[in-house]
């Protein structure tokens, strides 16, 4: 238990902290263990909850990988990947849209309004948020991000709403896209020139050896990723979702972080203390 001192002293360690994104945008791509356990999820929820009343303009991006595999497979349709993402067909865009907009979306925003915290569902539908083409013909209709426009983001914010934004995007032929989380939430945080994008995963962050959950690497500059690709240090599935931390780095998000969703209060532990928690990935000097 945190004694009185201990709690103040914590209070006072945060404070620089919350006057650094006084006003600013913060993107927070929420997805993984963190979105299917009940008790990581309430954290999740109230840790948000706490920056948005402490004046942060905090935008949630969500994806729910899980949740859209099981709706299909009770539906009978059969969930196939190509290269880590899912091959999206018209009749699972659809399914997609239902999933993620009709139901996480709005717990998402139920759960935030229990805590007291206006939040609004929205899609990348909504405003032509995101607006898309096809990654390849291969993968269907998985989403390549053409534009951005945050109108709506920004109106929900300026009337004191906390924006949660399930990721489909569409076209100006009506077709419906299925979007990579960690693509839209990097794409949205550098269109709106965000203070920061936040990553949740199911790992610590970039560990310099795998195999080694203590060999986090808790800075990155952006200029070195290369040469970690070319010695192993990044493989496989950390590949796409570091180039989303270069391109919200290039398209003007001062830092990325890619935290451990599996630990409670993860994104507070990040933002608001002096340790850090995970890899923070910035521009350079």
Aim: glycine letters at 10%.
């Amino acid at each position: 238990m945190i004694d009185k001192k201990e709690q103040a002293e914590l209070l006072l360690e945060a404070m620089p902290y919350i006057k650094k994104y006084q006003d600013k945008y913060l993107v927070i791509k929420y997805g993984g263990n963190a979105m299917t356990s009940e008790e990581l999820k309430a954290g999740v929820m109230r840790d948000l909850t706490l920056l948005r009343f402490v004046g942060i303009k905090v935008v949630l991006v969500h994806g729910g990988g899980p949740e859209i595999s099981q709706t299909l497979s009770r539906m009978g349709i059969e969930s196939r990947f190509v290269g880590g993402l899912r091959h999206t067909d018209k009749e699972t865009a659809e399914v997609v849209r239902m999933v993620l907009s009709g139901k996480v979306n709005k717990e998402l925003v139920h759960n935030l309004g229990r805590l007291g915290c206006k939040a609004v569902g929205l899609s990348g539908i909504d405003g032509m948020l995101l607006r898309c083409e096809k990654e390849s013909e291969e993968l269907g209709y998985v989403g390549r991000i053409t534009s951005v426009t945050p109108d709506v983001i920004c109106d929900c914010l300026n009337a004191g709403y906390l924006p949660v934004i399930s990721t489909v995007g569409c076209d100006d032929e009506g077709n419906i896209y299925n979007v990579n989380a960690d693509t839209a939430a990097a794409a949205i945080a550098g269109t709106l020139k965000a203070e920061s994008l936040v990553l949740m995963t199911d790992i610590r962050g970039l560990l310099e050896n795998k195999d080694d959950p203590e060999s986090l690497i808790k800075k990155v500059y952006v200029s070195d990723v290369p040469a970690l690709i070319q010695k192993g240090i990044i493989t496989g599935g950390m590949i796409p979702k570091i180039n989303c931390c270069k391109n919200a780095i290039r398209d003007g998000v001062n830092r990325v972080f890619i935290i451990d969703g599996r630990v409670n209060h993860s994104i507070i532990l990040e933002l608001l203390s002096d340790e850090g928690f995970g890899t923070m990935f910035v521009k350079g000097d």
